[in-house]
């Protein structure tokens, strides 16, 4: 069953339009069944969220389906909550060149539980979930060749974290004793490693870096002519 597309108004605005399909949540939801946690929809964007173990069958449904043929994979990312229990969560981005249809796909792991690979439905799905594991730590169970892609060899840790040292765990440098390019720990003093998720914006609990001097003097008289 081909569901209608709805046409964009023409002349609101000159930035290209996402396709966008009638009932698109109600349509998921009846497609996906128990694999669904939540559908959104968001300044023309639907966001869907589902259970880490139905990865592999949703993608296959939504790029089998004939209402959607969602049939390219455009990007795979995470997001990392460190307040969270399952801290980490996968972003799928899939598209539908025939109705210019967009749809982003979300679950949620941490950093021991792996997340199925879709490497078997998508081959560029290896060098996505590749930059996943090396930028985040997130496991990809059943990609071939899950190694670091960005970073160097011997290179410990994952940068994208939250919790990653700004300045590294090792710096290297050349060494006129050794007559070599050598490794070593960094021993800088690393500053805000610790996260309130409060917003400076906002106000927070404690003063900021700067900030000790106190509120600017007051006004001076305006001098009369």
């Known amino acids: 069953m081909n569901l209608p597309v709805v046409s964009p108004e023409v002349g609101v605005h000159s930035w290209p339009v996402h396709g966008q399909v009638a009932d698109m949540p109600a349509h998921l939801r009846g497609l996906l069944g128990d694999a669904v946690i939540d559908?959104?929809?968001?300044?023309?964007?639907?966001?869907?969220?589902?259970?880490?173990a139905s990865i592999v069958e949703v993608i296959t449904k939504l790029r089998d389906d004939p209402a959607l043929r969602l049939n390219q994979l455009l990007d795979i990312c995470g997001v990392d909550y460190p307040d969270r229990i399952e801290r980490f969560e996968v972003v799928y981005h899939l598209l539908s060149m025939a109705l210019n249809l967009r749809l982003r796909v979300k679950l949620s792991t941490d950093h021991r539980t792996p997340v199925p690979s879709l490497t078997g439905l998508y081959p560029v799905a290896g060098w996505?979930?590749?930059?996943?594991?090396?930028?985040?730590?997130?496991?990809?169970?059943?990609?071939?060749?899950?190694?670091?892609?960005?970073?160097?060899?011997?290179?410990?840790?994952?940068?994208?974290?939250?919790?990653?040292?700004?300045?590294?765990?090792?710096?290297?440098?050349?060494?006129?004793?050794?007559?070599?390019?050598?490794?070593?720990?960094?021993?800088?003093?690393?500053?805000?490693?610790?996260?309130?998720?409060?917003?400076?914006?906002?106000?927070?609990?404690?003063?900021?870096?700067?900030?000790?001097?106190?509120?600017?003097?007051?006004?001076?008289?305006?001098?009369?002519?």
Not at 39 to 52: A, Y
Not at 138 to 163: A, C, M, Q, S, W
């Open 128 to 225: 996505y979930e590749r930059e996943t594991w090396d930028c985040y730590g997130v496991l990809f169970d059943g990609n071939p060749d899950l190694r670091r892609i960005l970073t160097d060899y011997g290179f410990e840790g994952h940068p994208f974290r939250k919790d990653f040292p700004l300045t590294g765990h090792v710096e290297i440098r050349y060494s006129e004793e050794h007559k070599r390019v050598v490794y070593e720990p960094v021993k800088l003093t690393q500053d805000f490693r610790n996260f309130d998720f409060l917003s400076p914006w906002e106000g927070t609990d404690y003063i900021l870096p700067g900030d000790e001097k106190g509120p600017p003097p007051p006004e001076r008289d305006k001098i009369r002519a």
């Open 39 to 52: 559908v959104s929809e968001h300044v023309g964007e639907t966001t869907l969220v589902v259970t880490r």
